[in-house]
């Protein structure tokens, strides 16, 4: 019996392209399990959709590939599974809700037919037992009046409903885990508080671990247990979520949460921005990804990719500087003397 | 007299249907608006899409024609202005739009989209143009080597510099901001927001701020107006309206931001806002968020509340709200009175 219900270990995605080749994901490993939220935080280009679309073999190859690591599901590994078990292992095990439910949807098909073409697709069922599910479905994601709604088409639904829609997909065969790239980004915040909700209405009624992608630091402090921060295709930091909020040890992770203005925050408070420009994908350094934009570089920074730390327990940076010299550089930190206040 | 003065203004759009395109019904998307804006002043409009705000922003300068309403800057009525006259406004007012992909000719090099206004409005010889684009580049933070670029070889947030840069170019005493640093990512943002906060020291700069972040809006603005459907429903300095928000919509919206902050998320009570916004082709009868309301009453379904100023509270003086129940504040404590508070009904019916 494997540990852990998902575990990935040094997980590389390479993308070949005639420019050169990029590094989308370069040596990530994380676990999860049943019940438990795994955030996944970085800013565009990061490699944090790169990652998840690895899982689900959704990488197009050419020009992607997933070169290196093994992603295992309980006992089975997903990167041996031939490609008839890996559609049975998308959907059934492991489900997607993308960040646009606009797009994501067929405009020309009936809602409550594209949940039930989901559901036959994955499951032994007839046409008209599907049809019942999907309307269960979307009643149980909380779309009033289900059984008309299924009738009718994506441009009926607000944004909200629609990722509701995306939700009820999803879920419709009981997945095991659930990745929900970017899930509200595109959504209202009085709407973005519903969907987080049905999320985790769902996890807890499947007991499924999920997989939530984002940029947005708020969010993962409402809904996950631990945190996962990317840079440039690499974990810089990862470790349970009160860790990484209030005792992180990566000059990107101060970075991100000095530059958040914040609701809570005495006003006009000056930020203090990460600086310089993101990453150019194709020039990243054999070292940290991060260096450029780093206060503290260090000479060795640039050549080599420094090894896993402890920084507490169950969490661990990559970062050549020293760990007392980080806790001194923190402390100095405005973001953090008032947190230790 | 302030900078800025906008009164009852209205933006209708048609929706046309059939061959003939017969006007069918109309989007109500700005009505009724008003608020000033002092000079060196930060004015955020906030809320959800469909409220209203960026439509606001482009009517303020004439991009799009208003319905009705009065929008007067400096004294001078920006809905009667001639031709000549609003070129000259133009000067003074201008905008910096959300998608720094989708603003910036493509085909234009960076020199000529900033330089652009100057030789529109005549300003200099084309040496001293040359100086200011190189200067203007400077200022926002640009190499002014780059000025011979196209738009593509610059990243989200370098582009959305440009977009200041040419904002910046004629002296203007107000920018639209309209969500200018929504398509940036977190640590390219705070840049922008602290280069924005720097111009306007500077330059002695007034903005609006248009953006559906609270948090954004909350550290940059002075006065937050918070819009509904079309409408403010809210409108106050913004320290105090994030401390004591009195309309509901307000304080769900508030209660409704992530909080990068793991302990004080935990401990947080959320207001749950049922269904979605309306189509402002439709907006309810009556005050336009009472079907979401969780304080809604029988007077709420008979007419629009309208803007008054709430006694007795410990909030400002320049807080204004239009509920009939808003949540009041005295001696620390809130309170939402049973009684509807009458002054807010239309005057034919107080």
């Not at chain 1, 490699?47 to 690591?69: C, N, Q």
């Not at chain 1, 930020?271 to 260096?291: M, R, W």
Request: proline letters at 7%.
């Amino acid at each position: 019996m494997a540990d852990h219900l998902l575990e990935v270990k040094d997980l590389s995605t390479y993308f070949f392209t005639h420019a050169g080749v990029v590094k989308a994901v370069n040596g990530v490993s994380f676990t999860l399990d049943r019940n438990e939220t795994i955030g996944i935080v970085g800013e565009s280009g990061s490699g944090k959709t790169v990652a998840a679309m690895s899982l689900l073999g959704l990488i197009p190859d050419p020009p992607g590939k997933v070169v290196e690591g093994a992603l295992m599901l309980g006992d089975r590994d997903l990167r041996t599974m031939s490609d008839e078990e890996m559609r049975s292992v998308r959907g059934n095990d492991i489900a997607m809700i993308f960040q646009d439910p606009m797009t994501s949807l067929n405009p020309v098909m009936k809602v409550g037919k594209q949940v039930a073409e989901a559901i036959i697709l994955h499951q032994k069922k007839s046409k008209s037992e599907a049809r019942r599910m999907a309307i269960e479905a979307l009643a149980r994601v909380g779309i009033p009046d289900a059984p008309k709604r299924a009738e009718q088409y994506p441009f009926e639904f607000s944004g909200g409903m629609r990722q509701r829609v995306m939700i009820a997909m999803a879920v419709s065969s009981n997945p095991d885990v659930l990745i929900a790239d970017e899930p509200t980004t595109a959504l209202d915040v009085t709407i973005q508080a519903q969907i987080l909700d049905v999320i985790s209405e769902m996890q807890a009624q499947f007991d499924s671990g999920v997989i939530l992608i984002t940029h947005d630091l708020g969010v993962i402090a409402e809904v996950a247990d631990k945190v996962m921060v990317m840079y440039g295709g690499r974990t810089v930091e990862y470790g349970p979520i009160d860790e990484i909020f209030y005792n992180s040890h990566h000059p990107y992770t101060w970075g991100l949460l000095s530059s958040l203005p914040r609701l809570d925050a005495s006003q006009k408070a000056r930020l203090t921005p990460i600086k310089g420009q993101p990453p150019n994908l194709l020039l990243l350094p054999e070292g940290c990804p991060f260096v450029g934009r780093c206060p503290y570089e260090l000479q060795q920074c640039r050549g080599e990719w420094p090894p896993e730390e402890a920084g507490g327990p169950a969490h661990g940076v990559h970062c050549w500087l020293p760990a007392d010299q980080r806790l001194a550089l923190r402390a100095a930190l405005p973001q953090f003397r008032e947190s230790a206040a | 007299m302030s900078l800025l003065e906008v009164s009852g203004l209205k933006k209708h759009f048609p929706i046309r249907t059939g061959v003939l395109k017969r006007t069918t019904g109309w989007v109500y998307a700005v009505d009724g608006v008003s608020f000033n804006v002092e000079k060196g002043e930060t004015m955020g409009l906030v809320g959800e899409s469909g409220g209203g705000k960026s439509t606001v922003g482009r009517t303020l300068l004439r991009l799009t024609p208003a319905t009705g309403g009065n929008v007067t800057f400096e004294g001078i009525d920006v809905m009667k202005a001639s031709r000549g006259e609003m070129q000259t406004l133009r000067r003074h007012m201008q905008i910096v739009f959300q998608d720094p992909y989708a603003c910036l000719n493509p085909r234009m090099r960076v020199r000529d989209i900033v330089g652009e206004a100057l030789t529109i409005h005549n300003v200099g010889t084309a040496a001293e143009r040359k100086k200011r684009v190189a200067e203007l580049l400077e200022i926002v933070g640009l190499n002014p080597e780059q000025a011979e670029r196209y738009p593509h070889e610059f990243s989200g947030g370098q582009r959305q510099r440009i977009g200041i840069a040419r904002a910046l170019a004629l002296n203007p005493k107000l920018i639209i901001l309209d969500e200018p640093v929504s398509a940036l990512d977190v640590s390219i943002r705070a840049q922008v927001l602290n280069l924005l906060e720097d111009l306007q020291d500077e330059f002695d700069l007034t903005y609006v701020f248009v953006s559906h972040d609270l948090s954004v809006v909350k550290h940059i603005s002075d006065r937050v107006a918070v819009m509904y459907l079309g409408k403010i429903v809210e409108i106050s300095d913004s320290a105090v309206l994030y401390d004591f928000p009195q309309h509901p919509y307000t304080e769900a919206l508030l209660s409704a931001v992530p909080i990068p902050d793991p302990v004080t998320e935990r401990s947080r009570k959320r207001i749950m806002l049922e269904g979605d916004v309306p189509s402002p082709a439709d907006p309810p009868k009556g005050c336009v968020f009472h079907p979401r309301c969780p304080r809604v009453q029988e007077i709420c379904t008979t007419a629009m509340p309208r803007h008054v100023p709430t006694p007795g509270a410990d909030a400002g003086e320049r807080h204004e709200v239009a509920c009939y129940f808003p949540a009041r504040f005295k001696d620390g404590q809130r309170f939402v009175a049973d009684e509807p508070f009458r002054e807010a009904l239309p005057e034919d019916q107080a």
